[in-house]
């Protein structure tokens, strides 16, 4: 289900089917205001134009041509580049349709675009106000009415809930990242069950794998990082300024990231219950044993964080080299079943 | 960017919907033909035709297929003006401001584009979507998993698929047929509800486990969703991660911030099983897989209850120590 390249007659035509109901709609309108209502830049609008002048109903006399009224159009050069510098010394242009009377209403939504509107409605009243949810209600009423008589679109697809505190919290950093200004953390690092404050620079909201993330440079690391948004536990926009300058990372190879000067080749054996290790973590090399049994080697950067993933997989993991990360290992799970062995509770 | 052959294309193709819109009757080809392809060869003809009819459809265009009369049986083609265009739409300022924020929510490249061309049908028709005045939590959908996109389609057109899905991260894949019922996000993951066909039974699928493609298994519309089905409901009757009991725990002070932030009893400083005082006691709610997490606290962290998730943690440390010997 790949879209055509941007220039394609399909989506001019699907532009133009829109186009031609707006001007109807209004009159007379700015081809500025046209440019930003429809989302389509000035100089397209206005090639998307040229094509409506040769367009009308199959007479082939000049009086069935649809009327195109556009200043800009003429006296210009045919010269792409000069044409939206044309429009942008004319702000005033105004442009207006007419003989389009069988054109007057857009097509309409197509079983994706009304169900991708429902849905997304639908994700916006789980986390709005209670002000708000009845006019998201009144909304979603007359769409769904509106884009398929009969059926019901998208009746089956529910986006679930993110929760009103996660919604604020995203409002909040957007607002810090578009003024440019510093945040406080307070948040929770699980590979080593730590909490922590931090003051950091915000430079983008990101979504990766289910989850998101503020992609920030953080003042206390001395690095960027990002933070998952449901484990800050509070944010608060600083009036100071952010003092770092970065663009928004390249999320497009996964969000780990190591500095490998100071990390440490570890080697883990694996029964088949953890054999997702290697798919879920980035691994140097992964070789096959004898019994089942993965061998897998990976830099490690933090132990606190390799330890507490043995003990998640335990007994499945064991560690091959080196020696002292293995007696560690051992010795937290030696400490952990003394709690119980020792303990007055009954164990079975 | 559009070359001349590019608009003369568009040029075509809006002249043959107009041409399809305004005739009460069914359009002959021949017909089509002579006024918008002169210069074409029949078979050049019959190519263009039949590919840019196409076009226009994929557009949602509804082009119908009917006989010019009893006598004749060339194909004609028209377009119903009722089924052409949107319907009337009458939004208040304040809805149709919510509307406008509907294209900020996908995370998602083909349904973000497909709010984007809602959104401008509907400006088209009338509507202002001015978003800016209005003060709203920001909210955004992901849909990162590969299947996802098989799994809309599928749902909505009644789609019979066919996938290798794995239940668990370490299990073999197996071949699955389902008849989809819906879609459903639940804490950040996708997941489809519908009737296993080989199992009889609901099941629940986490998109994210599917292997490889997704393919359909019958024609679109061959079966029916139960009347009142509810996908949110099944969903959590069945995920196995929806069962949760109540867990007390031991927390060392000082540690387990993972878990006190959603405890919902907290006794602050009570004895630990080590005959020391610095331990809270907690109690939070879990579902299978409590042991992976607890386990990963390590000495912070001792289960008070259920015994069943105690004796666990005691088997898994035994293995551990057995397995050092």
């Known amino acids: ?348 | 960017m559009s070359a001349p052959a590019n608009s003369r294309k568009s040029e075509r193709l809006l002249n043959l919907l107009i041409m399809l819109l305004v005739q009460r009757h069914f359009v002959p080809k021949q017909r089509i033909r002579e006024i918008l392809y002169p210069d074409a060869s029949l078979d050049a003809f019959e190519k263009m035709f039949e590919r840019e009819k196409e076009e226009l459809r994929s557009l949602g265009v509804p082009i119908e297929v009917g006989s010019l009369d009893a006598f004749f049986d060339e194909p004609g083609y028209r377009i119903r003006p009722d089924e052409f265009a949107l319907p009337e739409i009458a939004l208040e300022p304040d809805e149709a401001a919510v509307v406008g924020l509907a294209t900020k929510v996908w995370e998602h490249a083909r349904l973000a584009d497909a709010t984007t061309d809602a959104l401008r049908k509907l400006t088209a028709a009338g509507v202002e979507t001015d978003a800016s005045a209005l003060q709203i939590a920001e909210t955004r959908l992901t849909a990162d998993e590969p299947a996802f996109d098989d799994f809309w389609e599928a749902t909505q057109q009644r789609t019979p698929v066919a996938f290798s899905y794995r239940r668990g991260v370490a299990d073999q894949p197996t071949l699955r047929h389902v008849q989809p019922w819906g879609v459903v996000r639940y804490s950040g993951r996708w997941y489809a509800v519908g009737w296993d066909t080989d199992r009889a039974a609901e099941r629940v699928f986490r998109l994210s486990r599917i292997d490889g493609p997704v393919t359909s298994d019958g024609p679109p519309g061959s079966y029916e969703v139960p009347a009142g089905t509810d996908a949110r409901s099944v969903a959590q009757r069945l995920a196995p991660s929806a069962q949760r009991e109540p867990v007390v725990l031991l927390v060392r002070q000082g540690s387990g911030h993972g878990l006190r932030r959603e405890a919902n009893l907290v006794q602050p400083t009570v004895p630990g099983p080590d005959g020391q005082r610095e331990w809270d006691r907690l109690e939070i709610h879990r579902g299978s897989g409590a042991a992976d997490e607890l386990l990963s606290y390590g000495a912070s962290v001792f289960v008070e209850s259920p015994a069943r998730l105690r004796d666990e943690i005691v088997r898994r440390l035994r293995l551990v120590r057995e397995h050092v010997r």
């Not at chain 1, 020696?323 to 937290?332: M, N, Q």
């Open chain 1, 1 to 348: 289900m790949s879209r055509p390249a941007a220039g394609g007659a399909k989506d001019q035509v699907a532009r133009l089917l829109a186009l031609v109901p707006y001007l109807h709609q209004r009159g007379a309108v700015e081809l500025e205001v046209a440019s930003q209502a429809l989302g389509v830049p000035v100089a397209q609008l206005i090639k998307d134009l040229k094509v409506l002048l040769m367009c009308g109903l199959p007479g082939g006399f000049p009086d069935d041509l649809i009327d195109v009224d556009l200043d800009v159009l003429f006296g210009e050069p045919e010269d792409d580049a000069d044409e939206a510098t044309a429009a942008h010394d004319q702000p005033k242009s105004i442009i207006r349709v007419s003989n389009a009377d069988y054109l007057a209403r857009p097509l309409r939504l197509t079983a994706t675009e009304a169900s991708a509107l429902i849905v997304a409605l639908r994700a916006l009243r789980a986390s709005a106000d209670a002000d708000t949810v009845p006019i998201v209600d009144r909304a979603l009423g007359k769409l769904e009415t509106a884009a398929a008589e009969g059926s019901a679109p998208a009746a089956q697809i529910d986006p679930g809930v993110t929760p009103q505190a996660l919604a604020q919290l995203r409002s909040r950093l957007s607002a810090a990242i578009a003024a440019t200004k510093q945040v406080k953390l307070t948040y929770w690092v699980p590979s080593r069950d730590e909490e922590s404050e931090r003051v950091v620079d915000p430079v983008a909201l990101v979504a990766t794998q289910g989850f998101d993330y503020l992609d920030a440079w953080c003042h206390l690391a001395e690095a960027p990082r990002l933070f998952r948004l449901d484990r800050i536990h509070q944010a608060t926009v600083l009036e100071s300024e952010v003092v770092s300058q970065r663009r928004p990372r390249d999320l497009t190879d996964g969000i780990f990231s190591l500095n490998r000067a100071s990390a440490s080749l570890v080697t883990l054996g694996l029964t088949p219950e953890a054999h997702w290790v290697p798919e879920y973590y980035p691994v140097e090399s992964v070789r096959k044993r004898a019994n089942g049994l993965l061998e897998i080697d990976l830099l490690v950067g933090d132990e606190q964080w390799l330890e507490r993933l043995l003990l998640r997989l335990a007994p499945a993991a064991t560690v091959v080299a080196p020696a002292a990360l293995a007696d560690r290992f051992r010795s937290t799970a030696e400490a952990t079943l003394t709690l119980y062995e020792g303990s007055t509770v009954e164990t079975a």
